[in-house]
């Protein structure tokens, strides 16, 4: 009796544990990803008309 109380418990991942790793893991993975995408992305050539602001690049 006293050894069996005395053993740890193996810990078995759960549902709950699981569902918060994953949450997590995606959640870092949507952060690298906007990242990537923020800095990877080249700038716009500038306008030849570079005093007005309401013209996009993207739009002409």
């Known amino acids: ?14 549902l709950e544990r699981q569902a918060i790793a994953f949450t997590i893991a995606l959640y870092v993975f949507i952060c690298a ?10 700038t716009p050539p500038p306008s030849p008309d570079s005093g007005t602001s309401s013209v996009s690049p993207y739009n002409p």
């Open 1 to 14: 009796m006293l050894n069996k109380a005395a053993s740890p418990k193996a810990k078995r991942p759960n």
């Open 33 to 42: 990803g906007l990242l990537v995408i923020h800095y990877g992305v080249p």
